[in-house]
């Protein structure tokens, strides 16, 4: 398989060269501006080409992968996942490489309160007032309705108590 040289020992320079991988742990941050979430991901002697991007849409994640050559033919790698905030439109989502970090952009979605005027609030509750008078009112006959209908229930066992006996 391998050529063996004249002395009979295997030929170095024909051998495969197997590489050896080195976990990389890059330094990540999150930070938060008026409009965006932002992801900086420090990548030092990664080159832009050597990263993979992928978003998990499902698990609401961001996967980034990377893999380069270092000295006498090792290799270092990562594979990390970040957690993309709830409040960010994911179809938005954009990176940057710049000077060695990659900068994830997540814009954030804004949320538009609809806040009625102090007008619209004051009828409101004067309805909302008017509306608990009458349910107050059918509650309360609804109470003297059951009362006088325990009470007749109540006469009736009596007079089949009172007739037993007689």
Aim: net charge positive; charged share 20%.
């Amino acid at each position: 398989m391998f050529e063996k040289s004249q002395t009979g020992e295997a030929n170095d320079d024909l051998e495969p060269k197997l590489s050896s991988y080195e976990d990389f742990h890059p330094f990540a941050e999150l930070t938060e501006d008026k409009d965006n979430n932002i992801l900086s991901v420090y990548l030092p002697g990664f080159k832009q080409q050597q990263i993979i991007i992928t978003m998990l849409r499902s698990s609401h994640k961001i996967r980034i992968q990377g893999e380069r050559i270092c000295v006498n033919n090792k290799r270092q790698k990562f594979n990390q996942c970040y957690t993309i905030p709830q409040n960010c439109n994911l179809n938005k989502i954009q990176a940057r490489w710049e000077n060695k970090v990659l900068r994830i952009i997540m814009p954030q979605e804004t949320v538009t309160l609809l806040v009625p005027a102090a007008k619209d609030l004051e009828q409101a509750a004067v309805k909302s007032k008017g509306e608990r008078q009458i349910m107050i009112s059918a509650g309360v006959g609804a109470l003297v309705g059951m009362a006088a209908l325990a009470g007749a229930a109540f006469g009736a066992y009596v007079s089949c108590i009172i007739g037993s006996k007689s």
